[in-house]
């Protein structure tokens, strides 16, 4: 059973820890949608320092490209994806 | 004609202080020092042998962008393949006998009304079990920090111009997914062989920044 479905909006934590993060600092607080479910991964978070822990579940994310940047000068349909952790993503309704 | 097209200049008006740059003169930066002081370790410490070094540099300086040419080929002239390679990038280049190791390979396929580009915004992720090392631009920050910024502008610049009304899709490699392009099989190329189509299919039309050769080019 995984959080999030296909075509489900999900909003990328506003947040800024230190360490290994593979979330891309452009996408925190970014609201997008979920194109698809990859399964679970060991966490780059924990596994960059060689150190064990559970493994986490990966959604690729799809992100509007003019709801990344105000000025976006290409045309509205062209989009941006990402492939998020689990506990980077939260519901947003 | 000038003095200087003289056959018998005698050059001694040129001050050479330096001897001409050697291929290996370079100053390493702090990271490739310790790269190499870590190399050394190992060795020292007979966790690796210098051999095992040596044959894992050969064996990646051997894998390249022609393999990834034969599955778009494939792909192209085998629709049962193309359905297998996007529903499992890995069990599909395998049937071809190539080995993703620890990533897991995802195709994205163009559409009239769809094009894909990859990139790796915070290092240089790219699917090296297939295609081997990344170009030098994939790796370096303007490609990184521009493609996901602007995009077409990106591509316009690798003589690549993408309609309006085609959707472009970024993506960006953030995890253990690595992504293949396969472009669209160009027009006129009906009666080619699999071997043929493979040709047509470039490095840069599998990353996305261009489309593939045009048969008789």
């Given at each position: ?14 947040d800024y820890p230190p360490g290994h993060i593979r979330t891309p600092v452009y996408l925190r607080g970014k609201t997008g949608e979920v194109d698809r479910y ?20 990966v959604y690729k994310v799809r992100f509007r490209a003019i709801d990344l940047w105000s000025d ?22 | ?217």
């Amino acid at each position: 059973m995984t959080r999030f479905s296909p075509g489900e909006q999900v909003r990328v934590r506003d947040d800024y820890p230190p360490g290994h993060i593979r979330t891309p600092v452009y996408l925190r607080g970014k609201t997008g949608e979920v194109d698809r479910y990859f399964g679970e991964f060991a966490n780059a978070e924990i596994a960059a320092y060689g150190l064990p822990g559970p493994r986490k579940g990966v959604y690729k994310v799809r992100f509007r490209a003019i709801d990344l940047w105000s000025d976006y000068a290409g045309p509205a349909r062209d989009v941006i994806e990402a492939d998020i952790y689990e506990h980077w993503l939260e519901k947003t309704a | 004609m000038t003095d200087h097209d003289h056959h018998d200049h005698d050059h001694h008006d040129h001050e050479h202080a330096h001897a001409p740059p050697q291929p290996d003169d370079k100053v390493h930066s702090y990271y490739q020092i310790l790269g190499i002081a870590l190399k050394e370790l190992l060795i020292e410490k007979g966790v690796v042998s210098a051999d095992e070094v040596r044959r894992q540099i050969e064996h990646r300086d051997s894998i390249t962008p022609a393999n990834g040419s034969l599955v778009v080929a494939k792909a192209w002239a085998d629709p049962a393949f193309r359905q297998r390679l996007l529903a499992d990038g890995n069990a599909a280049v395998a049937e071809l006998g190539f080995h993703m190791t620890t990533t897991k390979l995802v195709a994205v396929e163009n559409k009239p009304d769809e094009h894909n580009v990859v990139v790796c915004t915070l290092c240089s992720c790219y699917p090296r079990d297939l295609l081997g090392l990344p170009p030098s631009w994939y790796k370096s920050r303007a490609y990184r920090a521009r493609v996901v910024r602007e995009p077409r502008a990106v591509l316009a610049e690798f003589g690549t111009h993408i309609a309006d009304d085609v959707a472009l899709r970024v993506h960006d490699s953030t995890a253990d997914m690595r992504f293949l392009v396969v472009p669209m099989r160009p027009a006129g190329t009906e009666a080619m062989s699999e071997a043929e189509l493979a040709a047509l299919v470039t490095r840069d039309s599998m990353i996305g920044v261009s489309l593939p050769d045009q048969p008789g080019h």
